[in-house]
């Protein structure tokens, strides 16, 4: 069972595709580690991991979760720019969560996204999985969005993603990739009580301004 899912799949791709998704999949489980310990250096390794996903993804005609590492790949960027750009020396971007505005905004904009994306991978592509591919891409959208802004609830995203995305990735064959998500399925589960931990100290920091253990991310 173990060689059907891991290693039948890859026998008609070539040693170089085989080699790409693996490392794709190292720098992936790498960044959400340093992403779990709110480190900007979960930018950097991200982009590696994401723009080598672009390539074997339409390759592998998972077209949704190809823009999804698109957009990741510009995402980081943004995120990577945001974290580092706060007003003050020594200052850092807090953790923060969605008020109800934001949550309004980000549950239509996740709705939103599902429907453009069902229609284009239903209608425009040949897609074999047209539906979770949609879901994974919103969520991944909103998700992504969400980390860059240092909202809790990013986390809540990514594990919808995650869970759903183990399936997705070992019906498609894919078994490293899936078992990379299984891995980022469990450091988000972690991560999220993390990022809980990190706002509550916030918290009784800025109730307390001079007992404060904030620190500039590595």
């Known amino acids: 069972m173990l060689y059907d899912l891991f290693l039948k799949p890859y026998e008609g791709y070539s040693t170089l595709f085989i080699v790409l998704e693996a490392i794709a ?4 489980i790498v960044s959400v580690w340093f992403a779990r310990r709110n480190s900007i250096w979960v930018y950097p390794t991200g982009i ?17 979760d190809a823009v999804i590492n698109i957009y990741y790949t510009a995402m980081s960027l943004y995120g990577w720019y945001v974290w580092l750009n706060v007003k003050g020396e020594g200052q850092v971007l807090p953790i923060t969560r969605l008020h109800r505005r934001g949550a309004l905004f980000t549950g239509g904009f996740t709705l939103a996204n599902f429907a453009l994306f069902y229609i284009i991978l239903q209608y425009y592509t040949d897609s074999i999985v047209p539906t979770l591919d949609a879901i994974t891409t919103a969520l991944a959208f909103s998700a992504m969005y ?11 995203f990514w594990i919808a993603c995650d869970l759903i995305s183990v399936g997705l990735y070992i019906y498609k064959g894919l078994g490293v990739t899936a078992l990379q998500y299984l891995i980022f399925l469990i450091l988000a589960i972690s991560a999220h009580f993390e990022w809980v931990r990190l706002y509550r100290e ?12 904030t620190t500039k991310p590595a």
């Open 202 to 213: 916030q918290q009784a920091a800025q109730a307390h301004p001079g007992n404060t253990s």
């Open 25 to 28: 999949a190292f720098f992936g």
């Open 146 to 156: 969400l980390m860059a802004r240092k909202k809790v609830e990013n986390w809540a």
């Open 48 to 64: 590696i991991s994401t723009a080598l996903y672009v390539y074997i993804l339409f390759v592998s005609g998972v077209y949704g």
